[in-house]
């Protein structure tokens, strides 16, 4: 395979936390590939190092040592208007309590990654059509976040996280908010916005459920990897998935509660 068939490279990241006493290793050497059109799940337990993992791919954290590689390039490196541009066109983040600016309609929300970076009324409003279509939020576009439900935040939030056609889509929690049906209402917008148009997701979830429509899962442990699972192709159906992954939990840590 050719190293940009990649889109995404984790090689041995570090990082640490504080000094001396305080010191917390969160990941502990990780590496790992995400390949175009994939939708990965990151599982593991509560203060395994996934919230930092994200947040070194996202360049809002450097690593102490070790690289992030997107397409090709090392992102550690970058500075100033390269990393802004990075981070406004690359990628796109999701959020578990939506963070969308209450003072804003949901079409303002959304298209602030736009405003950001010049693109013209014409064009952004094709976009917003698009987007809201996908994620049925036509009806909500000018309401402020204070008049929606908690699903229609979610999804004005991931219509905001893709509308700079981002290559890679990170999501920390996203249902962790939402009620069962809202949870899985986003997970099948999001599962089908990667099948039709090969958007790569990178999902952090405590949920087997909204695990179930990844493709493949890393479980963390101690900021390592210590096990996956694949969907099996062609056809495995999400049922079958989603014991497996039920299995992987109770086997690794005797309960959903010390695992997850
Ligand atoms: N800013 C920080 N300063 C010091 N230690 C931190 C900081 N952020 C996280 N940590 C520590 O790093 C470890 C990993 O934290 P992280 O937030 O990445 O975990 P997580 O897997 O996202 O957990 P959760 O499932 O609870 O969100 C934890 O031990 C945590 O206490
Ligand atoms: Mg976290």
Redesign the pocket.
């Known amino acids: 395979m050719k190293i940009s068939d990649k889109l995404l490279q984790v090689q041995e990241v570090h990082k640490l ?2 000094e001396g006493q ?1 010191e ?1 290793a ?1 990941l502990n050497g990780i590496t790992f590939d995400v390949l175009p059109g994939e939708f990965l799940g990151i599982m ?10 994200l ?1 070194c791919i996202a360049t809002m954290l450097k690593p102490t040592s070790g690289k992030v590689l997107l397409e090709g390039q090392n992102i550690s490196s970058f500075r100033g208007s390269h990393l802004a541009k990075y981070r406004g066109s690359k990628i796109g983040y999701l959020f578990q309590e939506f963070e969308l600016l209450d003072n804003l309609t949901a079409r303002e929300n959304i298209l602030l990654p736009l405003s950001i970076h010049g693109v013209n009324p014409k064009k952004a409003e094709e976009l917003i059509q698009k987007l809201a279509k996908q994620f049925d939020i036509d009806e909500v576009l000018n309401k402020f976040p204070s008049q929606m439900s908690g699903g229609q935040k979610q999804r004005a939030a991931a219509a905001r996280a893709l509308i700079s056609n981002p290559s890679i889509v990170l999501a ?2 996203p249902t962790g908010a939402l009620d069962t049906k809202n949870a899985k209402i986003l997970m099948e917008k999001l599962s089908s916005i990667n099948e039709t148009d090969g958007t790569t997701i990178l999902m ?1 979830t ?1 949920d087997a459920n909204a695990a179930s429509f990844c493709s493949r899962i890393l479980f ?1 442990q101690d ?1 390592v990897i210590f096990h996956e699972l694949r969907k099996k192709v062609p056809g495995e159906s999400r049922n079958s998935f989603y014991e497996r992954i039920l299995t992987v939990i109770a086997q690794l840590g005797g309960g959903s509660i010390n695992v997850l």
């Open positions: 936390y504080g305080n917390t969160a593991g337990s509560s203060g395994s190092g996934k919230t930092t993992l947040n920390d929690e952090v405590h963390i900021g």
